[in-house]
Protein backbone atom coordinates (compact mmCIF):
# COMPACT_ATOMS: atom_id res chain seq x y z
CA UNK A 1 0.00 0.00 0.00
CA UNK A 2 2.96 2.06 1.06
CA UNK A 3 5.05 1.61 -2.21
CA UNK A 4 1.61 2.17 -4.61
CA UNK A 5 0.60 5.17 -2.88
CA UNK A 6 4.92 6.42 -2.98
CA UNK A 7 4.45 5.60 -7.04
CA UNK A 8 4.04 8.76 -8.26
CA UNK A 9 6.22 10.68 -6.01
CA UNK A 10 9.97 11.10 -7.37
CA UNK A 11 11.53 8.64 -4.95
CA UNK A 12 9.81 5.83 -6.55
CA UNK A 13 13.22 4.48 -8.42
CA UNK A 14 15.04 4.23 -5.38
CA UNK A 15 12.07 2.29 -3.79
CA UNK A 16 12.11 -0.27 -6.90
CA UNK A 17 16.11 0.06 -6.54
CA UNK A 18 16.02 -0.84 -2.59
CA UNK A 19 12.60 -3.30 -3.39
CA UNK A 20 14.86 -5.26 -5.82
CA UNK A 21 18.05 -5.44 -4.30
CA UNK A 22 16.36 -6.40 -0.92
CA UNK A 23 14.56 -8.49 -2.65
CA UNK A 24 17.46 -10.76 -3.79
CA UNK A 25 19.53 -10.29 -0.97
CA UNK A 26 16.77 -11.95 1.36
CA UNK A 27 16.41 -14.82 -0.96
CA UNK A 28 20.30 -15.22 -2.15
CA UNK A 29 20.71 -14.71 1.80
CA UNK A 30 18.40 -17.51 2.42
CA UNK A 31 19.53 -20.06 0.02
CA UNK A 32 22.94 -19.36 1.72
CA UNK A 33 21.42 -19.83 5.03
CA UNK A 34 20.53 -23.28 4.23
CA UNK A 35 23.42 -24.47 2.16
CA UNK A 36 25.83 -23.52 5.07
CA UNK A 37 23.40 -24.67 8.00
CA UNK A 38 23.31 -28.18 6.55
CA UNK A 39 27.01 -28.15 5.72
CA UNK A 40 27.24 -27.91 9.37
CA UNK A 41 24.43 -30.62 10.37
CA UNK A 42 25.98 -32.54 8.17
CA UNK A 43 29.81 -32.20 9.65
CA UNK A 44 28.59 -32.94 12.62
CA UNK A 45 26.97 -36.15 11.85
CA UNK A 46 30.06 -37.14 10.53
CA UNK A 47 32.16 -36.31 12.96
CA UNK A 48 29.47 -38.17 15.50
CA UNK A 49 30.40 -41.09 12.87
CA UNK A 50 33.62 -41.24 13.30
CA UNK A 51 34.03 -40.60 16.91
CA UNK A 52 31.51 -43.72 17.10
CA UNK A 53 33.94 -45.63 14.74
CA UNK A 54 37.37 -44.71 16.74
CA UNK A 55 34.89 -46.29 20.21
CA UNK A 56 34.07 -49.14 18.36
CA UNK A 57 37.52 -49.77 17.33
CA UNK A 58 38.99 -49.19 20.75
CA UNK A 59 35.78 -51.66 22.15
CA UNK A 60 37.27 -54.52 19.52
CA UNK A 61 40.42 -53.63 20.61
CA UNK A 62 39.92 -54.47 24.30
CA UNK A 63 38.09 -57.32 23.14
CA UNK A 64 40.84 -58.91 21.06
CA UNK A 65 43.45 -58.30 24.04
CA UNK A 66 41.32 -59.49 26.73
CA UNK A 67 41.01 -62.47 24.83
CA UNK A 68 44.90 -62.58 24.83
CA UNK A 69 44.87 -62.69 28.15
CA UNK A 70 42.70 -65.33 28.84
CA UNK A 71 44.81 -67.16 26.57
CA UNK A 72 47.67 -66.41 28.12
CA UNK A 73 46.53 -67.22 31.28
CA UNK A 74 45.05 -70.29 30.58
CA UNK A 75 48.68 -71.51 28.99
CA UNK A 76 50.46 -70.45 31.98
CA UNK A 77 48.12 -72.44 34.04
CA UNK A 78 48.64 -75.24 32.06
CA UNK A 79 52.69 -75.50 31.02
CA UNK A 80 53.18 -73.98 35.38
CA UNK A 81 51.08 -76.14 37.02
CA UNK A 82 49.37 -79.13 35.33
CA UNK A 83 52.81 -79.66 33.16
CA UNK A 84 55.09 -80.10 36.39
CA UNK A 85 52.57 -82.26 37.92
CA UNK A 86 52.16 -84.14 35.35
CA UNK A 87 55.61 -84.78 34.73
CA UNK A 88 56.22 -85.43 38.52
CA UNK A 89 53.79 -88.24 37.70
CA UNK A 90 55.86 -89.70 34.96
CA UNK A 91 58.79 -90.05 37.30
CA UNK A 92 57.17 -91.89 39.77
CA UNK A 93 56.16 -94.42 36.82
CA UNK A 94 59.48 -95.05 35.74
CA UNK A 95 60.96 -97.83 34.37
CA UNK A 96 62.70 -99.07 37.04
CA UNK A 97 59.19 -99.39 38.72
CA UNK A 98 59.38 -102.80 38.05
CA UNK A 99 62.65 -103.91 39.62
CA UNK A 100 61.70 -102.29 42.93
CA UNK A 101 59.88 -104.36 45.93
CA UNK A 102 56.46 -104.63 46.25
CA UNK A 103 55.84 -101.78 48.86
CA UNK A 104 57.87 -98.99 47.10
CA UNK A 105 56.06 -99.59 43.96
CA UNK A 106 52.89 -99.31 45.74
CA UNK A 107 54.04 -96.18 47.32
CA UNK A 108 55.14 -94.77 43.89
CA UNK A 109 51.50 -95.65 42.35
CA UNK A 110 49.77 -93.96 44.93
CA UNK A 111 51.72 -91.15 44.76
CA UNK A 112 51.31 -90.61 41.06
CA UNK A 113 47.63 -91.27 41.20
CA UNK A 114 47.56 -88.54 44.48
CA UNK A 115 49.13 -86.20 41.75
CA UNK A 116 47.04 -87.29 38.93
CA UNK A 117 44.51 -86.38 41.14
CA UNK A 118 45.47 -83.17 41.39
CA UNK A 119 46.00 -82.42 37.72
CA UNK A 120 42.76 -83.35 37.00
CA UNK A 121 41.60 -81.05 40.01
CA UNK A 122 43.45 -78.82 38.25
CA UNK A 123 42.14 -78.72 34.78
CA UNK A 124 38.46 -79.51 36.05
CA UNK A 125 38.93 -75.67 38.04
CA UNK A 126 40.50 -74.51 34.61
CA UNK A 127 37.88 -75.35 32.73
CA UNK A 128 35.23 -74.20 35.17
CA UNK A 129 37.05 -71.08 35.53
CA UNK A 130 36.09 -70.88 31.74
CA UNK A 131 32.54 -71.84 31.76
CA UNK A 132 31.17 -72.54 34.91
CA UNK A 133 29.30 -75.65 35.10
CA UNK A 134 25.96 -73.86 37.08
CA UNK A 135 25.96 -71.67 34.63
CA UNK A 136 25.64 -74.30 31.91
CA UNK A 137 23.66 -76.67 33.48
CA UNK A 138 20.83 -74.56 35.99
CA UNK A 139 21.27 -71.64 34.53
CA UNK A 140 21.91 -67.54 35.53
CA UNK A 141 20.39 -67.94 39.31
CA UNK A 142 22.00 -70.72 40.56
CA UNK A 143 25.49 -69.79 39.07
CA UNK A 144 25.39 -65.98 40.56
CA UNK A 145 24.18 -67.57 43.66
CA UNK A 146 26.77 -69.98 43.85
CA UNK A 147 29.49 -67.34 43.05
CA UNK A 148 28.30 -65.17 45.68
CA UNK A 149 28.24 -68.29 48.21
CA UNK A 150 31.97 -68.71 47.55
CA UNK A 151 32.70 -64.95 47.96
CA UNK A 152 31.02 -65.17 51.08
CA UNK A 153 32.44 -68.07 52.24
CA UNK A 154 35.79 -66.66 52.19
CA UNK A 155 34.90 -64.53 55.31
CA UNK A 156 35.65 -61.19 54.83
CA UNK A 157 32.85 -59.21 52.78
CA UNK A 158 29.26 -60.40 52.88
CA UNK A 159 27.82 -61.23 49.14
CA UNK A 160 24.31 -61.63 48.81
CA UNK A 161 21.94 -62.49 45.80
CA UNK A 162 18.16 -62.68 45.01
CA UNK A 163 16.17 -62.89 41.82
CA UNK A 164 12.53 -61.58 42.18
CA UNK A 165 11.30 -62.82 38.40
CA UNK A 166 13.01 -64.90 36.64
CA UNK A 167 11.15 -67.74 36.07
CA UNK A 168 11.32 -67.62 32.11
CA UNK A 169 15.38 -67.97 31.87
CA UNK A 170 17.06 -65.63 29.19
CA UNK A 171 18.93 -66.96 26.04
CA UNK A 172 21.78 -68.90 27.32
CA UNK A 173 23.88 -67.00 25.20
CA UNK A 174 22.53 -63.73 27.11
CA UNK A 175 22.56 -65.34 30.34
CA UNK A 176 26.33 -66.23 30.18
CA UNK A 177 26.79 -62.38 28.75
CA UNK A 178 25.55 -61.25 31.91
CA UNK A 179 27.24 -63.72 33.88
CA UNK A 180 30.35 -62.43 32.64
CA UNK A 181 29.86 -59.03 33.07
CA UNK A 182 28.31 -59.43 36.55
CA UNK A 183 31.90 -61.29 37.18
CA UNK A 184 33.96 -58.70 35.57
CA UNK A 185 31.77 -55.97 38.18
CA UNK A 186 32.12 -58.28 41.60
CA UNK A 187 36.41 -58.89 40.58
CA UNK A 188 36.79 -54.93 40.24
CA UNK A 189 34.48 -54.41 43.31
CA UNK A 190 36.97 -56.74 44.81
CA UNK A 191 40.02 -55.57 43.71
CA UNK A 192 39.34 -51.80 43.95
CA UNK A 193 36.24 -50.97 46.56
CA UNK A 194 36.82 -52.08 49.85
CA UNK A 195 33.56 -53.03 50.43
CA UNK A 196 32.05 -55.10 53.48
CA UNK A 197 29.22 -56.32 51.49
CA UNK A 198 27.82 -56.55 47.83
CA UNK A 199 23.97 -57.08 47.52
CA UNK A 200 22.85 -58.57 44.15
CA UNK A 201 18.98 -58.33 43.23
CA UNK A 202 16.95 -58.70 39.52
CA UNK A 203 14.00 -57.69 38.39
CA UNK A 204 11.89 -57.54 35.30
CA UNK A 205 10.24 -54.44 33.85
CA UNK A 206 8.57 -54.74 31.04
CA UNK A 207 10.50 -57.08 29.17
CA UNK A 208 13.01 -55.52 30.47
CA UNK A 209 15.66 -57.71 32.49
CA UNK A 210 17.45 -55.49 35.20
CA UNK A 211 19.95 -56.53 37.33
CA UNK A 212 21.32 -54.18 40.36
CA UNK A 213 24.36 -54.46 42.36
CA UNK A 214 25.25 -52.53 45.42
CA UNK A 215 28.09 -52.32 47.13
CA UNK A 216 29.66 -49.61 50.07
CA UNK A 217 33.07 -49.47 48.84
CA UNK A 218 34.93 -47.24 46.67
CA UNK A 219 32.96 -46.66 43.37
CA UNK A 220 32.13 -44.78 40.09
CA UNK A 221 29.87 -42.95 38.78
CA UNK A 222 28.80 -42.90 35.28
CA UNK A 223 30.91 -40.10 33.85
CA UNK A 224 33.74 -42.31 34.93
CA UNK A 225 32.71 -45.18 33.46
CA UNK A 226 32.14 -42.88 29.83
CA UNK A 227 35.92 -41.41 30.64
CA UNK A 228 37.28 -44.64 31.34
CA UNK A 229 35.76 -46.29 28.11
CA UNK A 230 37.23 -43.75 26.13
CA UNK A 231 40.71 -43.97 27.54
CA UNK A 232 43.35 -46.79 27.50
CA UNK A 233 43.05 -48.12 30.77
CA UNK A 234 40.12 -50.02 32.39
CA UNK A 235 40.35 -52.86 30.01
CA UNK A 236 37.30 -54.87 31.83
CA UNK A 237 35.10 -51.98 31.70
CA UNK A 238 35.86 -51.71 27.61
CA UNK A 239 34.94 -55.96 27.93
CA UNK A 240 31.50 -55.06 29.85
CA UNK A 241 30.59 -52.60 27.43
CA UNK A 242 31.45 -54.71 24.32
CA UNK A 243 29.56 -57.23 25.64
CA UNK A 244 26.46 -55.30 26.45
CA UNK A 245 25.98 -54.07 23.10
CA UNK A 246 25.87 -57.40 21.58
CA UNK A 247 23.23 -58.41 24.22
CA UNK A 248 21.51 -54.50 23.21
CA UNK A 249 21.66 -53.63 26.59
CA UNK A 250 23.27 -50.91 28.64
CA UNK A 251 24.66 -50.18 32.57
CA UNK A 252 24.54 -47.30 34.62
CA UNK A 253 26.74 -46.35 36.83
CA UNK A 254 25.85 -44.10 40.10
CA UNK A 255 26.19 -43.48 43.84
CA UNK A 256 23.08 -44.26 45.68
CA UNK A 257 20.77 -40.80 46.71
CA UNK A 258 21.46 -41.57 50.37
CA UNK A 259 25.16 -41.47 49.13
CA UNK A 260 26.26 -44.26 50.73
CA UNK A 261 25.99 -47.22 48.55
CA UNK A 262 27.51 -47.58 44.95
CA UNK A 263 24.92 -48.92 42.51
CA UNK A 264 25.51 -50.68 38.95
CA UNK A 265 22.18 -50.61 37.09
CA UNK A 266 22.08 -53.24 34.05
CA UNK A 267 19.59 -53.96 31.79
CA UNK A 268 18.86 -56.21 28.96
CA UNK A 269 15.87 -56.83 26.87
CA UNK A 270 14.70 -60.43 27.06
CA UNK A 271 12.91 -60.49 23.77
CA UNK A 272 14.49 -61.24 20.84
CA UNK A 273 12.57 -58.47 18.66
CA UNK A 274 16.11 -56.00 18.64
CA UNK A 275 18.30 -59.11 17.47
CA UNK A 276 16.58 -59.50 13.94
CA UNK B 1 22.67 2.84 -24.10
CA UNK B 2 20.13 1.74 -21.86
CA UNK B 3 18.77 0.38 -24.94
CA UNK B 4 21.19 -1.51 -25.66
CA UNK B 5 22.07 -3.16 -22.83
CA UNK B 6 18.43 -3.89 -22.91
CA UNK B 7 17.98 -5.53 -26.02
CA UNK B 8 21.28 -7.25 -24.99
CA UNK B 9 19.37 -9.03 -22.05
CA UNK B 10 15.94 -9.80 -24.21
CA UNK B 11 17.98 -11.31 -26.81
CA UNK B 12 20.23 -13.02 -24.02
CA UNK B 13 17.01 -14.61 -22.68
CA UNK B 14 16.32 -16.31 -25.89
CA UNK B 15 19.41 -17.88 -26.03
CA UNK B 16 19.64 -18.85 -22.46
CA UNK B 17 16.03 -20.58 -23.29
CA UNK B 18 17.68 -22.46 -26.49
CA UNK B 19 20.55 -23.56 -24.19
CA UNK B 20 17.97 -25.31 -21.69
CA UNK B 21 16.09 -26.50 -24.52
CA UNK B 22 19.43 -28.28 -25.62
CA UNK B 23 20.67 -29.52 -22.69
CA UNK B 24 17.67 -30.96 -22.32
CA UNK B 25 17.23 -32.63 -25.78
CA UNK B 26 20.87 -34.28 -25.15
CA UNK B 27 20.74 -35.51 -22.11
CA UNK B 28 17.36 -37.42 -23.28
CA UNK B 29 18.96 -39.28 -25.92
CA UNK B 30 21.00 -40.81 -23.20
CA UNK B 31 18.74 -41.83 -20.42
CA UNK B 32 15.24 -41.49 -19.67
CA UNK B 33 14.08 -37.14 -18.73
CA UNK B 34 11.57 -36.94 -15.74
CA UNK B 35 8.11 -35.15 -16.50
CA UNK B 36 9.48 -32.43 -13.74
CA UNK B 37 12.13 -31.82 -16.36
CA UNK B 38 10.25 -31.87 -19.77
CA UNK B 39 8.03 -29.30 -18.06
CA UNK B 40 11.45 -26.91 -17.07
CA UNK B 41 11.80 -27.37 -20.63
CA UNK B 42 8.14 -26.89 -21.95
CA UNK B 43 8.69 -23.63 -20.00
CA UNK B 44 11.48 -22.24 -21.37
CA UNK B 45 9.67 -22.57 -25.03
CA UNK B 46 6.97 -21.31 -23.94
CA UNK B 47 8.99 -18.14 -22.16
CA UNK B 48 10.78 -17.84 -25.96
CA UNK B 49 7.45 -17.64 -27.48
CA UNK B 50 5.55 -15.34 -25.51
CA UNK B 51 8.78 -12.82 -25.76
CA UNK B 52 8.42 -13.85 -29.37
CA UNK B 53 4.74 -12.46 -29.65
CA UNK B 54 5.45 -10.05 -27.66
CA UNK B 55 7.03 -7.88 -30.14
CA UNK B 56 4.29 -8.66 -32.46
CA UNK B 57 1.44 -8.00 -30.59
CA UNK B 58 -0.21 -4.61 -29.90
CA UNK B 59 -0.26 -3.44 -25.91
CA UNK B 60 -3.54 -4.05 -25.63
CA UNK B 61 -2.97 -7.56 -26.59
CA UNK B 62 -0.07 -8.01 -24.59
CA UNK B 63 -1.74 -7.84 -21.52
CA UNK B 64 -3.67 -11.48 -22.07
CA UNK B 65 -0.18 -12.90 -23.12
CA UNK B 66 1.12 -12.12 -20.27
CA UNK B 67 -1.59 -13.18 -18.37
CA UNK B 68 -1.77 -16.50 -19.98
CA UNK B 69 2.00 -16.52 -19.80
CA UNK B 70 2.06 -15.90 -15.98
CA UNK B 71 -1.02 -18.96 -15.40
CA UNK B 72 1.50 -21.43 -17.06
CA UNK B 73 4.28 -19.88 -15.49
CA UNK B 74 2.79 -20.57 -11.95
CA UNK B 75 1.68 -24.15 -12.55
CA UNK B 76 4.67 -25.31 -14.14
CA UNK B 77 6.45 -24.26 -10.96
CA UNK B 78 4.28 -25.30 -8.88
CA UNK B 79 3.68 -28.44 -10.39
CA UNK B 80 7.63 -28.79 -9.89
CA UNK B 81 7.52 -27.95 -6.55
CA UNK B 82 4.51 -30.30 -5.73
CA UNK B 83 6.22 -33.26 -7.36
CA UNK B 84 9.65 -32.52 -5.43
CA UNK B 85 7.80 -31.82 -2.29
CA UNK B 86 6.17 -35.16 -2.77
CA UNK B 87 3.95 -35.17 0.01
CA UNK B 88 0.21 -36.11 -0.05
CA UNK B 89 -1.21 -33.22 1.96
CA UNK B 90 1.26 -30.87 0.32
CA UNK B 91 0.29 -31.72 -3.19
CA UNK B 92 -3.56 -31.38 -2.43
CA UNK B 93 -3.10 -27.67 -0.55
CA UNK B 94 -0.94 -27.17 -3.72
CA UNK B 95 -3.69 -28.02 -6.07
CA UNK B 96 -6.26 -25.99 -3.88
CA UNK B 97 -3.94 -22.90 -4.23
CA UNK B 98 -3.54 -23.40 -7.79
CA UNK B 99 -7.09 -23.67 -8.61
CA UNK B 100 -7.90 -20.48 -6.41
CA UNK B 101 -5.30 -19.25 -8.37
CA UNK B 102 -6.37 -20.19 -11.73
CA UNK B 103 -10.24 -18.48 -11.00
CA UNK B 104 -8.73 -15.13 -10.05
CA UNK B 105 -6.02 -14.96 -12.38
CA UNK B 106 -9.36 -15.52 -15.23
CA UNK B 107 -12.01 -13.23 -13.06
CA UNK B 108 -8.79 -10.82 -12.93
CA UNK B 109 -7.90 -10.93 -16.45
CA UNK B 110 -11.58 -10.49 -17.77
CA UNK B 111 -12.87 -8.07 -15.13
CA UNK B 112 -10.23 -5.96 -14.77
CA UNK B 113 -8.77 -2.50 -16.95
CA UNK B 114 -6.34 -3.71 -19.39
CA UNK B 115 -3.05 -1.92 -18.08
CA UNK B 116 0.11 -3.25 -19.28
CA UNK B 117 1.27 -5.92 -17.30
CA UNK B 118 -0.54 -8.14 -14.82
CA UNK B 119 1.09 -6.79 -11.75
CA UNK B 120 -1.53 -8.10 -9.12
CA UNK B 121 -1.45 -12.24 -10.21
CA UNK B 122 2.59 -12.12 -10.70
CA UNK B 123 2.62 -10.57 -6.91
CA UNK B 124 0.30 -13.46 -6.17
CA UNK B 125 2.20 -16.03 -8.18
CA UNK B 126 5.40 -14.83 -6.77
CA UNK B 127 4.45 -15.14 -3.03
CA UNK B 128 2.87 -18.62 -3.62
CA UNK B 129 5.72 -19.94 -5.08
CA UNK B 130 8.20 -18.65 -2.76
CA UNK B 131 6.46 -20.11 -0.12
CA UNK B 132 6.67 -23.08 -1.50
CA UNK B 133 10.26 -23.06 -1.90
CA UNK B 134 10.61 -22.02 1.34
CA UNK B 135 8.84 -24.93 2.81
CA UNK B 136 10.83 -27.54 0.23
CA UNK B 137 14.03 -25.82 2.02
CA UNK B 138 12.29 -26.04 5.27
CA UNK B 139 12.32 -30.27 4.17
CA UNK B 140 15.54 -30.09 3.14
CA UNK B 141 17.18 -28.56 6.73
CA UNK B 142 15.62 -31.59 8.55
CA UNK B 143 16.70 -34.47 6.36
CA UNK B 144 19.46 -35.75 7.67
CA UNK B 145 21.38 -37.45 5.46
CA UNK B 146 25.16 -37.36 3.85
CA UNK B 147 24.01 -35.38 0.80
CA UNK B 148 24.73 -32.13 0.29
CA UNK B 149 21.21 -29.91 -0.36
CA UNK B 150 23.68 -28.75 -3.90
CA UNK B 151 23.78 -32.13 -4.74
CA UNK B 152 19.96 -32.92 -5.59
CA UNK B 153 19.09 -31.39 -8.73
CA UNK B 154 16.14 -29.98 -7.76
CA UNK B 155 17.78 -27.51 -5.40
CA UNK B 156 19.29 -25.87 -8.37
CA UNK B 157 15.90 -25.39 -10.14
CA UNK B 158 14.08 -24.05 -7.32
CA UNK B 159 16.88 -21.72 -6.27
CA UNK B 160 16.11 -21.04 -10.02
CA UNK B 161 12.88 -20.24 -9.57
CA UNK B 162 13.56 -18.07 -6.22
CA UNK B 163 16.17 -15.58 -7.85
CA UNK B 164 14.42 -14.98 -10.79
CA UNK B 165 10.46 -14.46 -8.62
CA UNK B 166 12.18 -12.64 -5.72
CA UNK B 167 14.48 -10.55 -7.89
CA UNK B 168 12.10 -8.98 -10.20
CA UNK B 169 8.88 -9.15 -7.74
CA UNK B 170 9.00 -5.36 -6.99
CA UNK B 171 9.46 -4.41 -10.79
CA UNK B 172 6.81 -6.39 -11.80
CA UNK B 173 4.00 -5.26 -8.93
CA UNK B 174 5.33 -1.24 -9.65
CA UNK B 175 4.90 -1.47 -13.17
CA UNK B 176 1.91 0.12 -13.33
CA UNK B 177 2.66 2.79 -11.20
CA UNK B 178 5.74 3.96 -12.19
CA UNK B 179 6.66 6.42 -15.11
CA UNK B 180 7.59 4.80 -18.70
CA UNK B 181 10.88 5.65 -18.89
CA UNK B 182 11.53 4.83 -14.68
CA UNK B 183 10.08 1.19 -15.89
CA UNK B 184 12.64 1.27 -18.63
CA UNK B 185 15.76 1.76 -16.97
CA UNK B 186 14.96 -1.64 -14.81
CA UNK B 187 13.30 -3.54 -16.82
CA UNK B 188 16.51 -4.83 -18.12
CA UNK B 189 17.05 -6.13 -15.13
CA UNK B 190 13.82 -8.87 -15.08
CA UNK B 191 15.57 -9.72 -18.03
CA UNK B 192 19.18 -10.36 -16.33
CA UNK B 193 17.10 -12.71 -13.22
CA UNK B 194 15.75 -15.19 -16.31
CA UNK B 195 19.28 -15.31 -17.69
CA UNK B 196 20.38 -16.66 -14.09
CA UNK B 197 17.44 -18.83 -13.55
CA UNK B 198 18.45 -20.22 -17.03
CA UNK B 199 21.73 -20.51 -15.51
CA UNK B 200 20.77 -21.68 -12.38
CA UNK B 201 18.44 -24.76 -14.18
CA UNK B 202 21.33 -25.59 -16.48
CA UNK B 203 22.93 -26.27 -13.56
CA UNK B 204 20.12 -28.27 -12.37
CA UNK B 205 20.08 -30.22 -15.26
CA UNK B 206 24.06 -30.94 -15.18
CA UNK B 207 23.75 -32.56 -11.69
CA UNK B 208 20.77 -34.38 -12.41
CA UNK B 209 22.55 -36.09 -15.68
CA UNK B 210 25.40 -36.61 -13.80
CA UNK B 211 23.34 -38.16 -10.74
CA UNK B 212 21.49 -40.27 -13.05
CA UNK B 213 24.57 -41.65 -14.29
CA UNK B 214 26.08 -42.42 -11.19
CA UNK B 215 23.08 -44.62 -10.05
CA UNK B 216 23.43 -46.02 -13.67
CA UNK B 217 27.04 -46.95 -13.00
CA UNK B 218 26.53 -47.99 -9.43
CA UNK B 219 23.50 -50.69 -10.50
CA UNK B 220 25.58 -52.64 -12.84
CA UNK B 221 29.02 -52.64 -10.81
CA UNK B 222 29.95 -56.16 -10.97
CA UNK B 223 30.08 -58.69 -8.46
CA UNK B 224 34.28 -58.96 -7.12
CA UNK B 225 33.52 -61.99 -4.56
Known sequence: ?276 | MAKTIEDLFFYLTFIFDFFIILLVLISSKTKKIKKEIWFIFSYCILNSLTNYLSTLYSYEEEYFLYAFFTLLEYSIFAFFLAKTINKSLISKLIFSLSCAFLIFVLLHTFTSKSDGLDSIPIGIETILILIYSFYYLYLQINIVDETFIYSRYQFWIIVGFMVYLGGSFFIYILANNVSYDVLKDYWFLTYAFYIIKNILFGVGLYTYAKSSKRKYSQKFQPSLN
Not at chain 1, 102 to 119: E, P
Not at chain 1, 205 to 229: A, M, T, V, W, Y
Open chain 1, 1 to 276: MFLLQASNQPGISLVLFMGTLGMLLLTVGLILFIIFHQRKVIRYQMRLQQMEQEQQKVLLKASIRLQEEERQRIAADLHDDAGPLLATARLYLNENLVNQDKATQLQSIFQARQILDDTIQLVRNISHSLMPPTLKNFGLESAISDLFQKISGAGTINASSRFHEYKDRLKTEKETIVFRVVQELINNILKHSGSSFIHLTQNMQGGIFILRIHHDGRGIIQSDFEKLNKSNIGLGLKNITSRLKVAHGNILFEKDPSQTYYKVTMEIPSDDANEA
